[in-house]
């Protein structure tokens, strides 16, 4: 027998549809009748949160705009192409750089606003403050992007978090601990549009004391952070983790596995099936490649999972060859694009109508567990492969080798063939500066749920 004061169906739903999806998912136990009303109109829509892959976007070095490699799918598919974000008519902001640094639950941050490439929607954010330095020492910050749509659909917030400090010059400085035991990060909400002062208390112990510490600079996926369960996990110069909860307001450092060297440029630090993971590709010699991968099974405590040379199950990959692979690598070269004395109105509408047929030749299903599954063994010598990142919700490493991108099954030790991993007009540039490489990745989940708060006006915001 229910046991809840009845509504009128009409009236409970329109009760119902205000609430968070985690709250909507609570509300199914209450009662047989909200039970029925939940399900029969189809409130809480689980298909709308970012919980699927829907492919990966990458940063190149040299290229200041990021590419889309998009899983196939039989639903609704996602277009890369991410300059509607850009002003084209500010002649500074030559060529337009739409360019991710973040992404949290299918919102990607760049360094002018927050965009959902799934409905296209985005939100400006002002300019961030600056955080005060010590005196005698310099350290560059970070912005980090938390959302929550199962909590909060239509808001996100960013926090600014300081590197490891360094040395002005030669002059003495004070010891000190770092991180400190009160940090004072800047942390805007995009509820209220504005930036405000947030403190979190330490527990345990520091990571060390400055300026003994030695930080590194990591080539590939050198911001990693990850959100899990209302705390933020971030990767500080591959010294140590930082865990921030957001519900406490504390903050706890988290040591390396006891085998990651901190100048180890193969660490990954991301959320998979169960939780948090890292991983460490070691490369000491072309022939001899050891990959590693920890889960994180309490605030402080990692367990290895797996641990292999991987070098002798590698394919043999002709990167001559054109594969016909089921990701597709949506490639938009902004850059060509914006130079209209390049580009005749008959090219840029061949270029989109190209990118458009790309997007929805896609539409189908790929079983991503059993297709694609190459014979290991016999790889090229020259492979240098890099950790792009982890499967969201399978225990699979993303890893590429070269120009194509891999997917390792580290229960099964089986490998796929995804996609190639370099645009083709990245890779017939000829600059003195340009080697291609790969320096950034965001396996991506989209969200079709919530909206934006209504943009700031765009022109206001950049003559501030």
């Known amino acids: 027998m229910d046991l809840v004061p009845s509504l009128p169906d009409d009236a409970l739903a329109d009760v119902l549809r205000r609430l968070a999806p985690r709250d909507l998912a609570a509300s199914r136990c209450v009662c047989k009748s909200w039970l ?10 689980a298909d709308l949160l970012p919980l699927s892959l829907g492919g990966i976007f990458l940063n190149f070095h040299s290229l200041y705009f990021t590419q889309f490699l998009n899983r196939p799918t039989a639903g609704a598919t996602v277009s890369g192409r991410l300059d509607y974000t850009c002003n084209y008519s500010d002649p ?17 941050l760049f360094h002018h606003c927050v965009v959902n490439p799934a409905t296209q929607q985005w939100a400006l954010f002002p300019v961030p403050p ?3 330095k010590p005196p005698g020492m310099h350290f560059s910050t970070h912005t980090y992007l938390v959302f929550d749509p199962t909590l909060s659909p239509n808001y996100f917030e960013l926090f600014i978090l300081p590197d490891i400090p360094s040395k002005m010059n030669n002059d ?4 000190l601990e770092w991180p400190p035991s009160t940090l004072i990060l800047p942390v805007y909400s995009s509820k209220t549009g504005s930036w405000e002062d947030m403190t979190f208390c330490r527990e345990g112990e520091a990571a060390g004391t400055f300026p003994d510490m030695v930080k590194s600079s990591p080539i590939c996926n050198g911001r990693l952070s990850a959100y899990w369960q209302g705390a933020l996990y971030i990767s500080c110069s591959n010294c140590f983790i930082l865990r921030i909860s957001l519900s406490d307001y504390k903050y706890r450092v988290i040591s390396l596995p006891a085998d990651v060297c901190a100048l180890d440029r193969g660490f990954y630090l991301g959320k998979s099936v169960k939780g948090i993971y890292c991983a460490s590709l070691l490369q000491k010699t072309q022939l001899d490649v050891k990959l590693k991968v920890w889960f994180l099974t309490s605030q402080t405590k ?8 991987i070098f002798p199950i590698l394919p043999n990959l002709n990167f001559d060859k054109h594969y016909n692979r089921p990701w597709i690598l949506q490639e938009f070269d902004y850059w060509y694009e914006y130079d209209a004395s390049q580009v005749s109105d008959e090219e840029d509408a061949m270029a989109d109508n190209n990118n458009e047929a790309l997007v929805e030749e896609v539409k189908f299903d790929w079983d991503s567990d059993n297709d694609d599954v190459l014979e290991p063994g016999s790889a090229n010598n020259k492979n240098y492969l890099c950790i792009l990142g982890f499967h969201p919700y399978k225990e699979v490493v993303f890893l590429s080798s070269w120009d194509r991108v891999l997917a390792y099954h580290w229960t099964s030790s089986k490998i796929q063939h995804l996609g190639k991993l370099f645009p083709n007009f990245y890779l017939k540039r000829r600059l003195s500066f340009h080697h291609p490489m790969v320096t950034g990745a965001f396996p991506y989940t989209p969200c079709w749920l919530g ?6 006006n765009l022109e206001a915001q950049l003559e501030d």
């Open 451 to 456: 909206e934006l708060p209504e943009k700031l």
């Open 172 to 175: 003495e400085c004070e010891e």
């Open 92 to 108: 500074c902001r030559y060529p337009p750089r739409a360019y991710v640094y973040v992404h949290c639950n299918g919102l990607l």
């Open 302 to 309: 990692w367990v290895l999972k797996h641990d292999r040379d």
């Open 130 to 132: 600056d955080v005060p």
């Open 36 to 45: 029925r009303v939940l399900d029969v109109r189809r409130l809480l829509r």
